[in-house]
């Protein structure tokens, strides 16, 4: 009886709490989908083909496709070639944006990509492994009238890969190939409001430079940065977030800091989470309104990396000591007579060695450092030398993709090995507890009463973790398969920007909880008790309030279902 009314009022308690997250977590969905608009937006550039007819290219004046200082053009190949004007004196330009517009820092970054329009000829077909050598150049201002400052120039190569699905016959002459677009630039801030682009196709026979690529007809880019508005949206809500993981984890700290032992590994661990979630939370980009700072991205995949490290090694170390707990409890109910155990001293006897110690989790936690070593040596390889050159990219030639896979392909297998392990530790840990619970009548109250509290708050935690898993999964899904919104009556609902809202606040959400359920409660429920086996055994009861904190207090989960008991 004592043990269903402990369940019951336990699990009214935390599903209130539930519930509270829960509102919080459609919040949170909601202001991505109703308020912001999509995340990104994709705009469409077509080169202006400008003549440079002048002996150094690169020294002097900068060709505008359009405006008052605009370049001589030509309309395509077949009239440079009638006024014979070589390869080498045509420019492709660009302008950023489009006329009458400009860009803003709230863009937050620039990627663009390239798409080749190549004709084919019968005498210029693509060779086999073809690559063509772009040299390009990149310029800012902050005004249409003062002149433009180089930001950037490098001489590129891309692999091109193309088919041609009709026949290689004269008749198909002119046709155009299917050509993959190719990454061609990243910029991790928009400091100016106007940036030009120069795209040369230098033609060298000798040394073989753009040769067997093809007739380029036209030079199309695709410029993709993020909204402004949904930029608004991720600021308020990172500047709104970081306050109230911060206030919770240092009311959780202090919770731990009162106790009259040290701090065991697992709390040690949930606040690490706690930190590298106020890592990720804490609204930096605000002074990339004001600031030219190009590593942004670079740092905010830093900040993730660090978050998913905790994460996993947390779930790790979360089931490791519940597996641990059971197994050596276990273990002593066999050997030891219970009213013989001195069971402060032997259980610290017993884990004092496994537990609180992180090179226990080796075997588990080493997976996680080299898949994350690997994928930030990857991220420096490709995003840390953007920062120097725009341009670069790591698939563009055969060793930087060998590299990139390399890295990528290391990184899998030690995810892969990382769950094998915790898959292991989950079943290994419910074996344990429904071999628990079948002697759970024949306990006294204090012990049932912990394990019951034990064996709930494990599943628990396990159910809200599948829960948040699905959850990005299922939306990452949805997000990539959708046209990215939804149109229910006179609202719509943007789904991308709901995944990155929804997402990122539930991860919020389950860190909250986590340092919540799991911070030791100040009160000593030992001493109060006055009937029962919990009255007697009052010593019992306070060694056996929960897995992480000895005797010094239960945790807020456990406090919930021990106040219950009590009334």
Known sequence: MAGAIIENMSTKKLCIVGGILLIFQVIAFLVGGLTAPSPTTAVPYMSIKCIDVRKNHHKTKWLMPWGPNQCEKIGDLDEAISRQIEANDIVFAVHIPLPTMEMSPWFQFILVILQLDIAFKKNNEIKENAEITLDVSLAYRDDMFSEWKEMAHAIETRKLKCSFSSPKTTEHEGRHYDCDVLPFMEIGTVAHKFYLINIRLPVNERKQINVGIGEIKDVRLVGIHQNGGFTKVWFAMKTFLTPSIFIIMVWYWRRI??????????????????????????PVEWFSIGFDWTWMLLFGDIRQGIFYAMLLSFWIIFCGEHMMKFMQLKTLECLIPPVEMHRGDLKQQLDQNERNRLSGYWKQVGP?????????????????????????????????TELAMAFIIVAGICLCLYFLFLCFMVFQVFRNISGKQSSLPAMS???????????????????????????????????????????????????NSAFFTGIYGMWNLYVFALMFLYAPSHKNYGEDQSNGDLGSSSGEALQLTTTITHVDGPTEVYKLARKEAQE
């Open 257 to 282: 800091t009162m106790m009259t032992r040290a701090p065991v590994l697992l709390e040690k661990v949930i606040f690490a989470l706690g930190i590298s979630m106020t890592f990720i939370n804490i």
């Open 368 to 400: 996680i450092a080299v898949g994350a070593f690997c994928l930030f040596i990857f991220d420096m390889c490709e995003r840390g030398v953007q920062l120097k050159n725009p341009f670069y990219s790591i698939w563009a030639t055969d060793v930087g």
């Open 445 to 495: 109250k204090a012990r049932r009463l912990h394990y019951e509290g034990l064996i709930f708050r494990f599943k628990f935690l396990m159910l809200i973790t599948l829960a948040c898993a699905a959850m990005t999964i299922i939306f990452f899904i949805v997000s990539q398969v959708t046209d990215g919104h939804w149109k229910w009556g006179e609202f719509t609902v943007q789904v």
